[in-house]
């Protein structure tokens, strides 16, 4: 497959006439100095909130074919309210959250929170319960309890209904945490040359390896936003690609302070992203531009191309200024807790050269075996990447700690729900099961997913 060619306009002027040296009176040429032209950052809009009360927020969202345009090339794909992205629900904590889902398709679909806490009945998965079919609502309800950057997407046919366009954002905010100038959601994902076709014929956007692809940051490729100088901007990323990685590096005025579920221990100033994984950043604006910039990354092992530049997001002051003081973040406290050294679930990720046949344990989704958890246990778990590629492996219902790679503890033990397990790669993990119900575990390389890798965990009363 072949990437899409960025769309990267040089203005071009013709040169000046030549002239006698006698009647040069200045000396000076800019006219050799060619202003590089990028696209807008273009801003997801919020959906709106069609609740009274200060404490529910209740939005609509409906699925259906959308046509979209992807650096010049038309897309027939599927849409959000008419948006790729869909629309960002935002909520504060302890906000009850109720979503009205229309399903537009000709297919049936669900809706699944990725990294929110929701109970079971509102995972949307299909492992008990029934896809939304077309034409019908499902209204799903949860207390969001948690602050920090999810998102939403389909999880029926899920490979295929992303790729063509159905993801947002799911943004809960902690109102004791510093407020800032802009709270901005930016959405990634990795495109390349795709079927044409109207769906679900023409259903092949992405390639395996998003390292060979052109990224897209809410649809365009490397984007500026205009901002003004003195701006605190808090910048939410999310990894919304089939198969891409991000490898990102921040410029002067940003870093890096949180991931999955919320803030760090502290900020840094490197940040992987498989697919699924998310991101925040603080950016504070001066006379330069700030942002980052992503390198080339493959799943097939990591670093490719020496690292080179594939894509690039900042944000650029409309004018000169200082640049305002980095906030005082409340960072996490770090676990100082011991690995017990005993294994309640081990997951073995297995798959062959070909990449066509992916298990977990050795089994293929959906016949699988499904451990049983007592609610309440505190649990270990040992993750082991024997396959030849890196994979990001993703809990629904539950957040976990890392507290080793490798059998090298981690002193800061991250909380994620998304974590990429490298090749050869050995990883503990402990989370609370605390939610009950059937809960998916799977690799958020969506193709691997749907190729057998991916389980379920019962937790239960």
């Not at 076709?197 to 092949?204: I, L, S, V, Y």
Request: a negative charge; aromatic letters at 8%; proline letters at 9%.
């Amino acid at each position: 497959m072949r990437p899409l060619l960025p769309l990267l306009f040089l203005l071009a002027c013709d040169p000046p006439p030549a002239t006698d040296a006698s009647d040069s009176t200045d000396t000076t040429d800019d006219t050799d100095v060619v202003p590089e032209v990028r696209p807008a950052l273009p801003i997801i809009p919020d959906a709106e909130d069609l609740d009274e009360d200060p404490d529910v927020v209740r939005v609509a969202l409906t699925a259906a074919p959308h046509t979209f345009t992807i650096g010049g090339q038309e897309v027939e794909g599927y849409a959000y309210n008419g948006g790729v992205p869909g629309p960002t629900i935002r909520a504060k904590l302890g906000d009850t959250v109720i979503v009205e889902i229309t399903n537009g398709l000709e297919d049936p679909t669900t809706v699944h929170w990725h990294g929110a806490h929701v109970p079971y009945a509102m995972d949307g998965v299909t492992w008990t319960e029934d896809p939304i079919a077309p034409g019908e609502t499902f209204t799903a309800t949860f207390t969001a309890t948690h602050a920090g950057t999810s998102w939403y997407h389909p999880h029926f046919d899920t490979a295929r209904q992303v790729d063509l366009g159905l993801y947002g954002a799911l943004v809960v905010t902690d109102p004791d945490e510093p407020a800032v100038d802009r709270d901005l959601v930016v959405i990634a994902d990795a495109w390349g040359e795709h079927d044409a076709r109207t769906p679900p014929e023409g259903d092949n956007h992405h390639g395996l390896d998003g390292a060979g692809m052109t990224w897209t940051f809410n649809g365009a490729i490397d984007p500026v936003l205009d901002v003004e100088p003195g701006e605190r901007v808090r910048l939410r990323l999310i990894n919304a690609s089939n198969t891409g990685y991000l490898d990102l590096a921040p410029t002067s005025g940003a870093r890096f302070i949180a991931g999955d579920q919320g803030l760090w221990a502290g900020p840094a100033d490197h940040a992987l992203l498989g697919p699924g994984d998310r991101v925040e950043a603080e950016l504070v604006v001066g006379g330069d531009d700030v942002g980052f910039d992503n390198h080339a990354y493959s799943l097939y092992g990591g670093t490719v191309g020496a690292g080179e530049l594939t894509a690039r997001l900042h944000l650029r002051p409309t004018a000169a200024g200082a640049a305002p003081a980095l906030a005082d973040w409340p960072w996490r406290s770090p676990s100082t807790s011991p690995d017990p050294g005993r294994t309640d679930l081990r997951f073995v990720l297995q798959g062959d050269s070909a990449g066509e046949h992916w298990t977990i344990n050795g089994e293929t989704f959906p016949d699988v075996t499904v451990p049983y958890v007592p609610i309440g246990q505190d649990t270990l778990v040992e993750v082991r990447n024997i396959s030849p590629t890196n994979h990001p492996f993703h809990m629904h219902g539950h957040a976990f700690e890392v507290l080793s790679i490798d059998g090298v503890p981690l002193p800061d033990r991250p909380v994620e729900d998304t974590v990429d397990v490298g090749i050869r790669q050995t990883m503990r993990l402990r989370f609370l099961a605390d939610n009950a119900g059937y809960w998916m575990t799977h690799c958020h390389i969506l193709p691997h997913a749907e190729g057998g890798m991916m389980t379920v965990v019962e937790v239960g009363e």
